[in-house]
């Protein structure tokens, strides 16, 4: 919050005439404004269109209506700061938003302002020069920390230091409603604030995500051991893991950005992204990108929400799965969102880890992809041997399946051109067709499943060499070269 209020400040010392403020919690931006009047030296006047416009002396007379109220602060001439709750809905009207342009050339010498304030704010074309739009973030530690400790004070409670911690950084991504419910509704329960309450936490944050249309949250799955191969990009991302920390800043460090996953349909991207998540032990959440970009999604808006609630829940991994089908389909705002997305990816400051998948990027555009956006791109092909007895092994372990009952080098050299998904489901097959006949799983009928399957790499043999070609220069391979350690092991065996 104090980063809002400094950057509020400084606009309206540099005398800019308009601004606009994007929140849903309306009695904390009303908090806000009257610190910051109250830091400024200014007076305060605010508007709503049920209650007109109020100041130091009471309601203006007949005010209103937006125009009525635009048109009396033409006659206030002390220094101001001027905010309007809700006033996007009459940008319909041409004459409110004339009003508003001929504002914007009279506030400002007047060491006056005018704060827009409300959930949304579609800027009309006449004042995206005039308008600049901030975010009220969501509360964040300090915030709720009061809050929390404000509440155990009148009920006379009292819970252990790092328990106290839990509740409140399991807070994290809540309005202050939402948690001022979620403390209510604990309360309630009777356990005043016990280990057992803690997984309120995550019921109530899970319900808070899932009111956006764009972001859903997932639970931690332990699914980090699950994935086979990609050995180049597990190193990478060990390397990376204590890249939050205040020792990494001290060592001059800066956080991990995010990664680019392009590769092989059903070769584990979308697996890898819930991996870091498990790996890092950091929330996560997926953003539907064709929500966002596509005509009727949010636009700008929508991803301006999304990333606020994403940097409140910091450190966070936020995963964009298939992000080609998000920005290669932009409808009408799409445009806007995609750019702010990009600004963003640069010069974010919060610890939110992008994991971007996709099938297909040569269409992406070229500054999504550049250096700066992500700390590295990799390449996830089609599983090597190596890879492939891997993955054989994990998903036998996931059934119940001793992996040495079987002869899996013969099985994994029979699946040359599987996908990891392809390799699951060949497992699957296998074991229904020997529950069909009433017996235990055997090798011959992990073989047969592969002798019966034809590998989506085979149908799209041109579409997957292309996407090689074009990947070799461009990208790190997530799988280490086995070349040269089979080259020894064979060297091993001979001598």
């Known amino acids: 919050m104090k980063a809002l209020l400094d950057r509020l400040s400084v606009l309206l010392r540099a005398r ?10 309306e009695p904390r931006a009303a908090r806000f404004v009257e610190k910051l009047a109250t830091q400024e030296g200014l007076a305060l006047y605010q508007w709503s269109s049920t209650d007109g416009l109020r100041g130091p002396q009471g309601r203006v007379k007949e005010s209103r209506e937006p125009l009525r109220a635009l048109e009396a602060i033409e006659h206030l001439s002390e220094p101001t700061l001027f905010v309007f709750y809700d006033l996007h809905p009459f940008f319909s009207d041409p004459r409110v938003v004339r009003r508003l342009r001929d504002a914007a050339r009279t506030v400002g010498p007047r060491r006056q302002a005018v704060l827009l304030v409300g959930p949304t704010l579609p800027v009309p074309p006449e004042l995206e020069k005039e ?50 419910r979620l403390f209510a509704r604990i309360l309630i329960g ?27 949250f997932w639970e931690s799955t332990g699914i980090g051991a ?23 800043r001290a060592f001059g460090l800066p956080e991990p950005k995010g990664v680019f996953l392009l590769g092989v349909q059903g070769c584990g991207k979308s697996l890898m992204a819930k991996a870091i998540a ?7 959440l997926r953003l539907e990108t064709g929500a966002v970009f596509r005509s ?10 999304t990333i606020r609630v994403a940097e409140s829940l910091a450190p966070v991994v936020l995963w964009i799965d298939e992000i080609e089908k998000g920005f290669l389909d932009r409808g009408p705002g799409g445009g806007e969102a995609f750019g702010y997305f990009l600004t963003w990816m640069q010069e974010k400051k919060k610890p939110v880890f992008v994991v971007a998948t996709a099938n297909e990027a040569r269409a992406l555009p070229p500054e999504l992809l550049r250096k700066g956006r992500f700390d590295e ?56 067709a020997a529950w069909a006949q009433e017996r235990e799983l055997e090798a011959g009928d992990l073989l047969d499943a592969a002798r019966e399957t034809v590998p989506l790499a085979v149908t ?22 086995r070349r040269r350690v089979d080259f020894f092991e064979d060297w091993d065996q001979a001598s």
């Open 226 to 248: 699950a994935v086979g191969g990609m050995d180049n990009l597990k190193r990478w991302l060990v390397q990376r893991r204590a890249g939050f920390t205040e020792r990494a």
């Open 131 to 180: 308008l600049v739009v901030l975010d009220l973030p969501l509360p964040d530690r300090d915030e709720l920390s009061r809050l929390l400790a404000v509440l155990l004070r009148a009920q006379n409670l009292s819970i252990p230091p790092d328990r106290f911690e839990r509740f409140v950084k399991g807070s994290l991504g809540l309005s202050e409603d939402e948690a001022k």
């Open 190 to 216: 009777g356990r005043g604030f016990s280990e057992d309450d803690v997984g309120e936490l995550v019921e109530e944050k899970r319900l808070a995500i899932r009111r956006s249309p764009y972001l859903e």
């Open 460 to 481: 799209m043999d041109d579409k997957l060499k292309d996407l090689r070609e074009w990947a070799r220069p461009r990208c790190r391979s997530a799988s280490a070269d």
């Open 16 to 25: 800019y005439p308009l601004a606009g403020l994007l929140t849903h919690e």
């Open 296 to 305: 009727g999604g949010g636009g700008e808006m929508g991803l301006r929400e």
């Open 278 to 284: 498990d790996l890092w032990q950091l929330p996560l």
């Open 377 to 432: 791109i990799f390449f996830v092909d089609l599983p090597n041997v190596h890879e492939r007895l891997s993955v054989l092994e994990i998903q036998l372990r996931r059934r119940g399946r001793r992996p040495d009952d079987f002869d899996l080098p013969t099985l994994a050299e029979e699946t040359e051109r599987f996908s990891g998904a392809e390799l699951e489901q060949l497992v699957v097959s296998a074991l229904f």
